[in-house]
């Protein structure tokens, strides 16, 4: 099952600048994999490192509420464009999610960030839009538009001046499918010290640069 990639934090060396870069809000929450197949319909579920079934403790109730909420429009996606497979990448949360932490009373929401298909990669976020302009937020998340993405616009992010959910935004250019997707984050500071106040410098750092 297609993992989805580490996305780098835009600082210090890592920084690369991306003209007319499309910005998605960054959502709090937990990353979770659905796969489909022609013969199968949604058949596999995972967490980006593991697989799991209704019965797990903590995503178990993340399987029914893909198949109630998003599973057939993205059926009918899928169908449409007559793909054989596909991978739905999307993120598991609620209000009082933080860090990858989740209330079990808190309900939750799941919003589809990405999507691979036909194993040729990931849409890029033109296409993406254009499959998925029938969903709205919270089954999508907030598009803020196209943006340059430098350095004054990665600091705007963190120093709070956009109107994010919480944790920051994800920028992306290119398509996956011609190999030229190229994405980066950036979070705001309000979320970053959250984080060390609640976990400490060492365990802090490693989960904001996560």
């Not at 499309?22 to 929450?29: A, H, R, S």
């Not at 209704?54 to 993340?62: L, T, V, Y």
């Not at 990858?100 to 033109?126: E, I, Q, S, V, Y």
Request: charged share 25%; aromatic share 14%.
């Amino acid at each position: 099952m297609k993992q989805y990639p580490s996305i780098l934090q835009s600082t210090g060396q890592n920084f690369s600048e991306m003209p007319s870069a499309y910005i998605f809000d960054k959502l709090d929450g937990s990353n979770l994999r659905f796969e489909w197949n022609r013969k199968r319909g949604w058949y596999k579920y995972g967490t980006r490192s593991r697989l799991f079934d209704k019965s797990d403790p903590d995503f178990g109730k993340a399987i029914d509420l893909f198949l109630r909420t998003l599973a057939d429009p993205i059926t009918k996606v899928i169908r449409d464009e007559r793909w054989d497979n596909a991978i739905a990448f999307c993120e598991f949360w609620g209000s009082k999610s933080f860090a990858g932490l989740h209330d079990k009373n808190d309900p939750k929401n799941l919003t589809l960030f990405d999507l691979a298909a036909n194993k040729r990669g990931l849409l890029g976020p033109k296409r993406f839009l254009s499959l998925f302009n029938a969903l709205n937020p919270p089954f999508v998340p907030n598009y803020f538009g196209q943006f340059n993405w430098t350095r004054g616009f990665v600091n705007s992010i963190r120093n709070g001046e956009f109107n994010v959910t919480c944790e920051g935004v994800l920028g992306k250019i290119g398509d996956g499918w011609e190999h030229t997707l190229k994405m980066a984050k950036a979070k705001t500071q309000k979320w970053v010290d959250a984080v060390l106040a609640r976990y400490g410098s060492i365990e802090g750092i490693k989960i904001v640069n996560s």
